[in-house]
T-cell receptor
Framework: GESVGLHLPTLSVQEGDNSIINCAYS??????FIWYKQESGKGPQFIID?????DKRQGQRVTVLLNKTVKHLSLQIAATQPGDSAVYFCAENGSSNTGKLIFGQGTTLQVKP | EPEVTQTPSHQVTQMGQEVILRCVPI?????FYWYRQILGQKVEFLVS????????KSEIFDDQFSVERPDGSNFTLKIRSTKLEDSAMYFCASKFQETQYFGPGTRLLVL
């Protein structure tokens, strides 16, 4: 299953399917974006990041896409596994030069076995 | 693999009491941050710290909050007189170049 449209609070997918989690960011001055995974009771865990001079970056089973025209970021997870169940947050650096991150609302990914 | 550590994992305090949350950032990192997350909400920036001084703070980080790097390894967040609304998860993060790595958090409950 895939998400359609912009940010959804919960995405439920079948194990083995691909997942797409979307994020609309707010600040056109942002030039660095990052996806974090947060499991219950734990801190945000780095997944993948991308700078604004790129529109796609791939990691292991994950791909981040950046569309600066519409200020949209997405995270694609291939062959979703039960261990991928978590809350996923996108974050941007805004216009700050101190490295502070501005987090989005988060999407809960539920993987059904 | 090096990681950010935080103590305590849980802290329960009475309203009006002072709390100190402790963090040990990754050893070669130069930039340090505190964020908080109220239950069920997004992560919010509190303060950034570089070269032994605050480089940026949010409006949440009022006079009741302070940060310190008392030695070469610890980075602390102090809340002088806690309020009920300070109840949240507090995350420390550090970075060397671009990527921020987060600690496991301290869950603070103010009664």
């Amino acid at each position: 299953g895939e998400s359609v449209g912009l940010h959804l609070p919960t995405l439920s997918v079948q194990e083995g399917d691909n997942s797409i989690i979307n994020c609309a960011y707010s600040n056109s001055a942002s030039d660095y974006f990052i996806w974090y995974k947060q499991e219950s009771g734990k801190g945000p865990q780095f997944i993948i990041d991308i700078r604004s001079n790129m529109d796609k970056r791939q990691g292991q089973r994950v791909t981040v896409l950046l569309n600066k025209t519409v200020k949209h970021l997405s995270l694609q997870i291939a062959a979703t596994q039960p261990g991928d169940s978590a809350v996923y947050f996108c974050a941007e650096n805004g216009s700050s030069n101190t490295g502070k991150l501005i987090f989005g609302q988060g999407t809960t990914l539920q993987v059904k076995p | 693999e090096p990681e950010v550590t935080q103590t305590p994992s849980h802290q329960v305090t009475q309203m009006g009491q002072e709390v100190i949350l402790r963090c040990v950032p990754i050893s070669n990192h130069l930039y340090f941050y505190w964020y908080r997350q109220i239950l069920g909400q997004k992560v919010e920036f509190l303060v950034s710290f570089y070269n032994n001084e605050i480089s940026e703070k949010s409006e949440i980080f009022d006079d009741q909050f302070s940060v310190e790097r008392p030695d070469g390894s610890n980075f602390t967040l102090k809340i002088r007189s806690t309020k009920l609304e300070d109840s949240a998860m507090y995350f420390c993060a550090s970075k060397f170049q671009e990527t921020q790595y987060f600690g496991p958090g301290t869950r603070l409950l103010v009664l």
